[in-house]
């Protein structure tokens, strides 16, 4: 620990640095991390630095309370979207995320060019597809008495949902998974850089072919759309798709595992939610505020302070929803589930940078729930199974032994 803090920049306070932070990339545990780690985090400082949590085993400052982090959202002075995934860079190319890399003003020009891909219209539209898809996957397994939820549902309903609206090829499930599973979760830098270049690689050739060939697709669309008079050039075009990709490939995969874990550990509310299925959208409000999984970042671009710590141009800043959802000062009983609490969360990011998709992840999950009722009776955890979680950048199960 004394070789760490020599290491430490002059304005971190010793007493916050952190080099045993739970949430590490690449670490697993067999435990609960929302019911062990997150009310022990809790306990500690509001702020802290860790040394080794942002991806690359770099430092970073972790506030968990909910009013910093809805501050740290709206604070665009201070404090930049710009790059704080790490993929372009690893490659050695400078792209950004469209649109959850690009600061304003910029960014409102592509969040009304965006806006439109996601309107109720257009989801109801879907709503039929996405409910047959839902439905194949559930037809193979549900005579069986038994699924591991993971890869038989969660990491393949919404990938296909993904798949249909990016125009990309369902036969090719298994490699998008692969490559995601590098630029997700592992913690060898190598791989994420591999991955990240597969992927690169792999929408240059889509979109070259949508540009000679559009269809009825994302990538069309943003191959078809101009912002501010133009067409969007190649860095936006990869930003955009990859944006997509890591999106429809891993978030909601990881929120409906979550909702369908404390459904099977928790019996009552399963059996409310089978009889009250009208409940069913509102308690997937109150899932995504318990479970939430994902943690981004922002980088300091003017020295600020933010709960008496001074924070300088260039640290990273974590954006952890799933401290701030569970945040002692905000919530009621931060730590238990009420299906009837409605809550106003944070898991879909907040203010401009709200995410794009979330209208599509509630439908997704809503049918997923919904269809999991029609087609199977009660169902729970396998007896003894053990269920080892990733941690960090996205809290997510690796597996899930289902029982009926």
């Not at 996405?130 to 193979?140: L, N, Y």
């Not at 499930?173 to 597969?198: C, K, P």
């Not at 889509?206 to 060939?213: A, C, F, S, T, W």
Request: one cysteine or more; glycine letters at 4%.
């Amino acid at each position: 620990m004394n070789a760490i803090l020599k290491q430490i920049p002059a304005h971190v306070p010793q007493h916050l640095v952190r080099d045993d932070f739970p949430f590490i990339m690449g670490a697993t545990t067999a435990e609960n991390p929302f019911t062990t780690m997150v009310p022990a985090i809790h306990q500690g400082p509001e702020i802290v630095y860790s040394t080794n949590f942002y991806p690359g085993h770099q430092p970073a400052w972790i506030p968990r309370r909910l009013e910093d982090l809805q501050a740290l959202y709206q604070d665009t002075e201070h404090f930049s979207s710009e790059g704080f995934s790490p993929f372009a860079r690893l490659i050695g190319e400078n792209w950004n995320l469209v649109p959850a890399e690009i600061d304003p003003p910029a960014h409102a020009a592509y969040r009304t060019l965006l806006n439109p891909l996601f309107t109720p219209r257009r989801l109801q539209a879907l709503d039929d597809k996405v409910r047959q898809s839902a439905r194949e996957f559930i037809d193979k397994f549900k005579a069986r008495g038994e699924c591991e939820f993971m890869s038989e549902f969660a990491l393949r309903f919404p990938i296909v949902v993904f798949l249909d609206l990016m125009g990309l090829p369902r036969e090719r499930m298994e490699q998008f998974l692969e490559w995601e599973n590098m630029l997700l979760h592992s913690a060898d830098i190598e791989h994420v850089v591999r991955g990240t270049r597969y992927v690169v690689d792999y929408l240059r050739e889509v979109i070259d072919e949508r540009r000679k060939h559009p269809v009825d697709d994302l990538i069309s669309f943003g191959v078809r759309e101009t912002i501010d008079g133009r067409p969007l050039n190649d860095n936006e075009l990869i930003g955009f798709c990859f944006n997509l990709f890591i999106g429809g490939l891993d978030t909601v995969s990881t929120n409906i595992s979550w909702q369908v874990r404390h459904l099977a550990e928790t019996p009552s509310d399963q059996q409310r939610l089978r009889e009250q299925r009208e409940l069913i959208p509102n308690a997937l409000e109150e899932f995504y505020r318990r479970y939430a999984a994902v943690t981004t970042f922002r980088t300091c671009i003017k020295t600020t302070t933010v709960r008496g710590v001074t924070i300088m141009p260039g640290d990273k800043i974590a954006m952890p929803t799933t401290l701030a959802n569970t945040d002692p000062a905000a919530w009621d009983r931060p730590f238990d589930v009420d299906i009837d609490r409605v809550p106003r969360h944070i898991t879909f990011a907040y203010g401009i940078h709200r995410c794009l998709g979330a209208p599509l992840a509630r439908r997704e999950s809503v049918i997923a729930l919904e269809e999991l009722f029609a087609a199977l009776p009660p169902f729970r955890i396998k007896e003894g199974a053990e269920i080892i979680i990733e941690l960090v950048p996205i809290l997510q199960p690796r597996n899930l032994p289902l029982v009926w």
